[in-house]
């Protein structure tokens, strides 16, 4: 279990974050430490679309007063403004099965000029990743529709 990210207004990139092992987490908080963060401009309404892939999910961030389910096959669509700089934490607050205690959220709430630098080195990172994936499912989708 995990959650993806996706900006397809900042270039069209997407990562998945995971959660780190206790080895791994350094001084993050235990079973809310992560790989990667969802990286948010301050004083900027973020606009979120919420599904899910397999079971239900519910995005929860206890410092915005959010929490929307994830439905696979539907999508959710919520809000927030965050109006301090910092590091939020969430978690998936559904019974989603046995890895639900390991569905972590952290948000890097940043200013507008780190966010724009930010997203300039995740397009570049992260596309690489997202376009490599997106080759291989139409290798796959190539390879099926020949059989």
Not at 62 to 67: H, V
Not at 84 to 112: D, N, W
Request: charged share 25%; aromatic share 12%; net charge negative.
């Amino acid at each position: 279990w995990y959650w993806g990210y996706e900006y397809p207004d900042h270039g069209d990139f997407a990562f998945d974050s995971l959660m780190l092992s206790d080895d791994e987490r350094g001084d993050q908080p235990r079973l809310l430490a992560t790989d990667t963060a969802m990286v948010v401009p301050v004083d900027t309404t973020v606009r979120i679309i919420v599904t899910a892939a397999d079971v239900l999910h519910a995005f929860a961030l206890p410092a915005f007063g959010l929490k929307m389910d994830a439905v696979p096959g539907r999508l959710n669509e919520t809000w927030f403004k965050a109006e301090k700089t910092g590091t939020y934490y969430g978690q998936c607050s559904e019974l989603c099965g046995i890895r639900h205690a390991f569905m972590p959220i952290r948000i890097e709430v940043v200013s507008k000029a780190d966010f724009a630098l930010w997203v300039e080195e995740a397009q570049s990172e992260y596309a690489e990743i997202y376009n490599a994936d997106a080759m291989v499912a139409s290798a796959e989708l190539q390879d099926a529709q020949r059989h």
